[in-house]
Nanobody
C-alpha cells in the first residue's frame, strides 16, 4: 500500500510562507491526480490545490496567486508552496488522491497556523 506522509507545517506570521511536503512510499503520480486538502476548525475539509497525472495544476480561488502545487517524480513527493499566508489559511493540511473518494483513508496531516 502507498503511504503518504505530510510535513512542513508550523506556526507562521501573516504574510509569511511555508512549504509543505507530501512524501509517498512509491510512485503513484502516474496513476492518480494528487491534491492538497485542508480542514479548518469546525469546517469541512476542502480541496485547495491539485496536480493531474499530466502535470496540470489548479488551486481554489481563495488561494489563487498565493499557493502553488508541484511535484518531484524522482522523489515521489508533492509540494505545496504557500506564500502570503493569512489567518484564514490556518488548518490541518492533508495530501491525498483526487478525487478523495478514491482514497481508503486520510493521514494525520500537518498543522499550519497563521497568527501574529
Amino acid at each position: 500500500q502507498v503511504q503518504l506522509v505530510e510535513s512542513g507545517g508550523g506556526l507562521v506570521q501573516p504574510g509569511g510562507s511555508l512549504r509543505l511536503s507530501c512524501a509517498a512510499s512509491g510512485s503513484i503520480f502516474r496513476i492518480n491526480a494528487m491534491g492538497w486538502y485542508r480542514q479548518a476548525p469546525g469546517k469541512q475539509r476542502e480541496l485547495v490545490a491539485l496536480i493531474t497525472t499530466a502535470g496540470s495544476t489548479n488551486v481554489v480561488d481563495s488561494v489563487k496567486g498565493r499557493f502553488t502545487i508541484s511535484r518531484d517524480n524522482a522523489k515521489n513527493t508533492v509540494y505545496l508552496q504557500m506564500n502570503s499566508l493569512q489567518p484564514e489559511d490556518t488548518a490541518v493540511y492533508y495530501c491525498n488522491v483526487v478525487p478523495s473518494s478514491l482514497s481508503l483513508s486520510w493521514g494525520q496531516g500537518t498543522q499550519v497556523t497563521v497568527s501574529s
